[in-house]
């Protein structure tokens, strides 16, 4: 069974740092994108960024973009969320999901597997 | 940006009910749409994709359709587990990004 699980979240000051991580494992990791979403409490779903399998292709929210990396280890089937310079505003739980179809974000794609999340709370 | 907006915020239902949402784009997504359930604590599942696909184990009482601008989430006769909020995301271009959603409360 395909099962993604998120960590690496906790308390951490303005304009600090933190390193999320996201282990996979039930299927190729390596072939499939794979995206952070986040959710701001009480809020709805922001997609993050994404990454393709092969590490060659990316795409990142313009509110991130300069202070969140995203990265992966195929031969750790781990991604992770690299955040710098974090903001009242990136309170949220950081959601790790997989693009559905193999190899492409393109034609009718969703994230059909979600892992539990990782709260990051952002406070002085 | 694409924006979605869904409709509406919030809907009161009972176990058996019909249930619509709707879902408009700010510009043409052909059918490149995906419906999510989200319940309290959990993270969101698929239940839809391309406007009109069931995704593999989701009940039958759940189907979507549209394409272009405009797109529904019908729910026919509403079960207890159904109670949850519901949210659209277009698939057509990046940054994808997710209408506010809609609660199906009691």
């Known amino acids: 069974e395909a099962q993604l699980v998120e960590s690496g979240g906790g308390l951490v000051q303005p304009g600090g740092s933190l390193r999320l991580s996201c282990a996979a494992s039930?299927?190729?990791?390596?072939?499939?994108?794979m995206s952070w979403v986040r959710q701001a409490p009480g809020k709805g779903l922001e997609w993050v960024a994404n990454?393709?399998?092969?590490?060659?292709?990316?795409y990142s929210a313009d509110s991130v973009k300069g202070r969140f990396t995203i990265s992966r280890d195929n031969a750790k089937n781990s991604l992770y969320l690299q955040i710098n310079s974090l903001r009242a505003e990136d309170t949220a739980v950081y959601y790790c999901?997989?693009?559905?179809?193999?190899?492409?974000?393109?034609?009718?794609?969703?994230?059909?597997?979600w892992g539990l999340g990782t709260m990051v709370t952002v406070s002085s | 940006d694409i924006q979605m907006t869904q409709s509406p915020s919030s809907v009161f239902a009972s176990v058996g009910d019909r249930v619509t949402i709707t879902c408009r784009a700010s510009?043409?997504?052909?059918?490149?749409l995906a419906w999510y359930q989200q319940k309290p604590g959990k993270a969101p599942k698929l239940l839809i994709y391309d406007a009109s696909t069931l995704q593999s184990g989701v009940p039958s009482r759940f189907s979507g359709s549209g394409s272009g601008t405009d797109f529904t989430l019908t729910i026919t006769s509403l079960q207890p587990e159904d109670f949850a909020t519901y949210y659209c995301q277009q698939a057509n271009s990046f940054p994808r990004t997710f209408g506010q959603g809609t609660k199906v409360e009691i």
């Open positions: 990454l393709k399998g092969d590490r060659s292709d990316m």
């Open positions: 510009q043409d997504i052909s059918s490149w």
């Open positions: 999901a997989r693009h559905r179809i193999v190899g492409s974000i393109w034609g009718a794609d969703a994230f059909d597997i």
């Open positions: 039930g299927f190729t990791f390596s072939s499939f994108w």
